[in-house]
Each structure stands twice: as structure tokens, then as C-alpha cells.
């Protein structure tokens, strides 16, 4: 097995007093095996400084060192991690990575603003934490982004919109109502003012408008994985549940799924006067296409488009 589907790092992980690892932050991981003749028991000394106790939320800091093989299922807390960093720093693409039980490996955290910490122990020290003017912004599985990764190139107008595990390209901007699951992201430059679900990548100089949503496989949404192509627009509160191409534009409010009974428009009539139809998974991921909705009779209709399908202001993502 090649060295470059594993990952290691030095790392800090976040224990409660009962026991429960909360987090790992690893600052810099790298492909590859742990190096020979390295002594994870040796830490770097800047970690060694940082592994502290924080008695106000009843957490103690470790010092940890450890690889993972990115095709095998995550074993542990701290391997779970270490994949999320992998995708979060742009080691690994989306969906390349084995997730298989990850839930099971993340406990549900009660995440501060000075750090994770356990959450019947928040409950328990809530009067202690108020003193100390610590709050509790979440209770959640996965942290935010830019707690553990700041990645070069990208603006994130809201940090609690982007988890841990999101893959973000150089030039992508996420707006204040845009949001990023982990394992999903975007290729290239991209403006994201909706939503890309766990298992969705977005391909270089898309759109995805405000208040979009791309169906994603988490709750039900079936085995496809959707992708967007490059330079395409998804409308503002438009949605999809199919692939699309390069270049296609989906129309504001529109959403198309893989059932959705589809017009053909460029296509001629039958007998009947009528143009023929097809689901919306039999024109998943084809390029150049305009989905819209007819204004008269309210029928969904696709059509041939050409040229670029959007172009985005470089300015915003330079």
C-alpha cells in the first residue's frame, strides 16, 4: 500500500475528567507513515507546553502521536480526527477518505468559546462557567472549521457554518447563510451561499445561490453522491438531488430531483403536440443544461445551453 494513504501527526487531545477523549487539534499532519525513529514519547516542545490542565472545564490536555491508513475505518477518537484535519487541510479529497463509523467515534461535546469540555459537565459547572464568562455555543459531534484549520485562500463570513472535514480550495468564499458539512467542499474558486451537504463537491468557478440546498446522503438521500461541475449556477433557494455537469444553470426556487419528470424542450413534439420527458436521473451530470420551470403550465423543462454558465466577480475571491 502506497505510504500517501496514510496520514500522522503530533496532536493535542481534549480529555474530560471522566475519562472521555473530546478532541484532537493536529497543527501540521503530513502524508505519509509516522517517520522512522521517531519517539512519539519526544513531542514537539511547543505541544508539550500547550498540554495543560483547564480546571474550569474540568478537561486535561495529552500530547498524542499517531498514523492512520485513509482506506481503512477510523479506530478511535483521535483517528477520527486526524481524517477530518486530513480533508480540512487539503491532504485528502472528499469522499476518498474511509468514514465507516465515524459517529461512533465522536462524542457529543459541549464546544465553548474556550474550548470543548463534557457535557454533563457543563451542566454540572454551569455557575462556575458563567462567572468565567465561558459559553456554551454548541452541542454537537463535529466542531467548527476554524478552531482546529485556518485554510489558505478561503473566506468564511460565519465560522459556526463550517465543520471540521470541509475541503476548501483556495478562492472559495462562504457567505454569512452558506454552509459546509464535513467530507464536502469545493475544487476550486466557488461562492457557496447555500448549502453543500456531507458528500458533495463543487466544482471550480460554481455558484451555489443563497439558500440553496444540495442533497446530500446522511438522512436518507439515497447511494448518489452529488457533484457540481465547474462554472455552473444553482439558483437562490433552488435544489438539487442529481449530478450536474459543467456549465448548467438551475433556475431560482427550482429543485430537481432524481424523480422529477422532466420536459425536453429543445426536442420536437410527438403526435400528440407534446415534447418528450425524462427523470431528472437520466440527465445527472450532463453538461450545459438550463433547468427551469414553466411559467404557464408549471412543468419542469431542460435545455441545450451554450457558452459559460456563470462567471464569478474575481475581486470576491481573488
Not at 90 to 104: C, H, K, Q, S, Y
Not at 169 to 189: C, D, Q, R, Y
Not at 294 to 318: D, M, P
Request: charged letters at 20%.
Amino acid at each position: 500500500m502506497s505510504d500517501d494513504r496514510w496520514v500522522w501527526g503530533f496532536g493535542l487531545s481534549t480529555v474530560s475528567e471522566s475519562g472521555t477523549v473530546l478532541d484532537a487539534w493536529f497543527p501540521e499532519p503530513a502524508l505519509g507513515r509516522l517517520p522512522l525513529g521517531l519517539d512519539p514519547a519526544i513531542p514537539p516542545a511547543t505541544l508539550d507546553q500547550l498540554a495543560v490542565a483547564d480546571p474550569r472545564r474540568a478537561v486535561s490536555t495529552e500530547v498524542i502521536a499517531i498514523e492512520v491508513d485513509l482506506d481503512a475505518a477510523p479506530t478511535s477518537t483521535a483517528d477520527a480526527y486526524l481524517r477530518l484535519h486530513a480533508l480540512s487541510h487539503r491532504l485528502a479529497m472528499p469522499n476518498e477518505v474511509d468514514l465507516t463509523g465515524i459517529f461512533g467515534h465522536l462524542p457529543n461535546v459541549a464546544w465553548t468559546n474556550a474550548g470543548p469540555m463534557h457535557p454533563d459537565d457543563a451542566t454540572r459547572l454551569r455557575p462556575f462557567l458563567l462567572r468565567e464568562g465561558i459559553q456554551v455555543q454548541s452541542l454537537d459531534k463535529f466542531p467548527r472549521l476554524l478552531d482546529y484549520v485556518t485554510p489558505a485562500g478561503v473566506r468564511i463570513a460565519d465560522a459556526s457554518r463550517v465543520r471540521l472535514g470541509a475541503y476548501l480550495s483556495p478562492g472559495t468564499t462562504v457567505m454569512h447563510e452558506g454552509f459546509v458539512n464535513f467530507n464536502a467542499g469545493t475544487l476550486g474558486a466557488s461562492m457557496v451561499e447555500g448549502r453543500i451537504s456531507q458528500g458533495v463537491v463543487v466544482g471550480d468557478g460554481s455558484d451555489i445561490g443563497g439558500g440553496a440546498s444540495i442533497m446530500g446522503t446522511l438522512s436518507g438521500g439515497g447511494s448518489h453522491r452529488v457533484s457540481i461541475g465547474a462554472r455552473t449556477l444553482l439558483g437562490a433557494n433552488a435544489g438539487i438531488g442529481i449530478s450536474l455537469g459543467d456549465d448548467c444553470i438551475v433556475e431560482a426556487g427550482l429543485y430537481v430531483t432524481a424523480g422529477s419528470k422532466i420536459v425536453l424542450a429543445d426536442q420536437p413534439t410527438n403526435a400528440d403536440g407534446a415534447r418528450p420527458t425524462a427523470k431528472g436521473s437520466d440527465l445527472s451530470g450532463r453538461d450545459g443544461l438550463l433547468f427551469r420551470r414553466n411559467s404557464l403550465t408549471g412543468s419542469i423543462e431542460a435545455s441545450v445551453r451554450s457558452g459559460v454558465g456563470v462567471t464569478l466577480n474575481e475581486a470576491l475571491h481573488a
